[in-house]
């Protein structure tokens, strides 16, 4: 999986063609739209009412209802068909799909990885932690702490956070897998628990994210809804 930045806005209008994955990712963003509730469960329809925030209700309509509708591209299954389940590690999955995803989202910003192979995603937006040199020093290992006190880079910082998220949401513990145990390395490959990990990192819009995943694979399309 490569390594390096995508600056700017890299995610295009889709094509159901485009849709075939091939050993490779997909990164999707998604946007809220009229009629998003359409393609929800009942479950997911009633966690969506719970919501007291109108911004982070139309973020959660927007990532599932998006995550359902590009799916259905990847498996010719009728959205509202798909069936999302939790495994016992409390990862989401698709039990009818045939395929990976990872969800993320900061802010307005909701943005999905589909694969073949297990996968992580993480995106953070810049210039919302002002004091992230103390939380580095909380809950990085010793060494990236002691680079950040050093060079108080927020990229540096986002970089070594949402790596660490993507390959903990890629193993399915999540942040109770220890933030100082995912080690994101600088050149694209990582080890957690002793296993490498490969990571691709990407930005646009004022966003920073990482995709994770146990296998090499390239980032082949960028896909918006």
């Given amino acids: 999986m490569s390594g390096g930045d995508l600056s700017g806005s890299p995610f ?3 094509r159901e063609s485009d849709c075939f994955l091939d050993r490779g990712i997909h990164i999707w963003r ?10 929800l469960s009942p479950d997911e329809a009633a966690f969506a009412a ?3 925030s109108s911004a982070a209700r139309a973020a959660y309509l927007a990532g599932r209802a998006g995550l359902r509708r590009a799916s259905a591209l990847y498996s010719k299954l009728p959205p509202q068909d798909l069936r999302i389940s939790i495994a016992a590690n409390g990862k989401p999955f698709f ?31 810049r210039g919302r932690c002002q004091d ?16 950040l006190s050093r060079t108080r880079d927020e990229e540096e910082f986002l970089r070594l956070w949402t790596g660490k998220e993507a390959m903990l949401k890629l193993s399915g513990e999540g942040l109770a897998g220890g933030l100082q145990a995912a080690r994101p390395g600088s050149r694209g490959l990582g080890t957690l628990g002793g296993r490498d990990v ?6 646009f819009e004022g966003f920073v994210g990482a995709v994770a995943s146990f296998q090499p694979a390239e980032v082949k399309g960028w896909f918006q809804f």
């Fill in 95 to 125: 039990e009818n799909a045939g395929i990976h995803f990872n969800l993320s989202h900061s802010g307005p910003a909701v943005v999905a990885a589909f694969s073949d192979e297990p996968l992580g995603l993480d995106i953070e937006s």
């Fill in 50 to 52: 719970g919501y007291h």
């Fill in 132 to 147: 992230f040199v103390g939380i580095a020093r909380r809950f990085f290992h010793p060494s990236e702490a002691e680079s």
């Fill in 198 to 203: 490969h990571i691709s990192r990407f930005s």
């Fill in 30 to 39: 998604f946007f809220p739209a009229a009629g998003d509730e359409f393609f």
């Fill in 12 to 14: 295009q209008t889709v």
